[in-house]
């Protein structure tokens, strides 16, 4: 995670203590001062989402996103630039989620249009390789992917944080452990526990 993109702890702290005194503007400045780590979690958070990337970019997710964290800030106190950023990542997880469940179900397009794949008596070998790159995911893939989501977004705040950092933005546990002022060991331990967690609540089947 480049340090060059982390907002001003002082000048998102300052942000903090006006929107605690009643200030709501203060939120316009602290999007502004999140902007680019708010669209590098969006862009490493829609790689885990093989059912939105089809349909969605980096971009889109992040404007969404923003506009939660707007919302969000001025309907819950956050006291800490730690606590803005796990703010900001759990409402891209909710409009990852959001799009997800769009995008598996019935009426959604990936169900309704069959892009890229050839009439019924096609083979696969007949594709070229783009086509087959670009074929939408099985409905049954579409689901898990959007169960195992949602298992994640269902545990409890501090194994949900690991999750993210581990998961979603491929931090190591040193780096974590430093982050969260805990023992590598007990970062081991959380990412250990919230693996079973979700493992359970999918049955032990995780999607492909």
Same mark, same amino acid.
Request: proline share 0%.
């Given at each position: 995670m480049p340090p060059t993109v982390e907002p001003d702890p002082s000048k998102l702290t300052s942000c903090l203590q006006r929107l605690a005194a009643g200030d709501l503007s203060a939120r316009d400045t602290i999007i502004e001062l999140c902007a680019e780590r708010l669209r590098l979690l969006a862009h490493r958070m829609l790689s885990r989402f093989p059912n939105v990337r089809r349909w969605e970019d980096t971009d889109d997710v992040f404007q969404s996103a923003a506009m939660r964290l707007h919302r969000a800030l001025g309907q819950m106190a956050t006291d800490s630039p730690? %606590?803005?950023?796990a703010l900001a990542a759990t409402q891209i997880h909710r409009e990852l989620i959001d799009l997800a469940r769009r995008h598996a179900g019935p009426s959604s397009f990936a169900a309704n249009h069959a892009t890229n794949f050839g009439d019924s008596g096609d083979s696969s070998?007949?594709?070229p390789p783009h086509a087959l790159a670009d074929a939408p995911e099985p409905l049954d893939s579409l689901d898990r992917w959007t169960q195992f989501h949602d298992a994640i977004a269902a545990l409890p705040a501090?194994?949900?944080? +690991?999750?993210?950092?581990?998961?979603?933005?491929?931090?190591?546990?040193?780096? +974590?452990?430093?982050l969260l002022?805990? %023992?590598?060991?007990?970062v081991k331990s959380r990412w250990r526990e919230a693996r079973e967690a979700v493992r359970?609540?999918?049955?032990?089947?995780?999607p492909e």
């Open positions: 730690r %606590s803005v950023m070998s007949d594709l501090e194994l949900r944080e +690991i999750f993210h950092l581990v998961w979603y933005l491929n931090a190591d546990q040193k780096t +974590i452990a430093g002022g805990c %023992s590598e060991r007990t359970a609540a999918l049955d032990g089947h995780a």
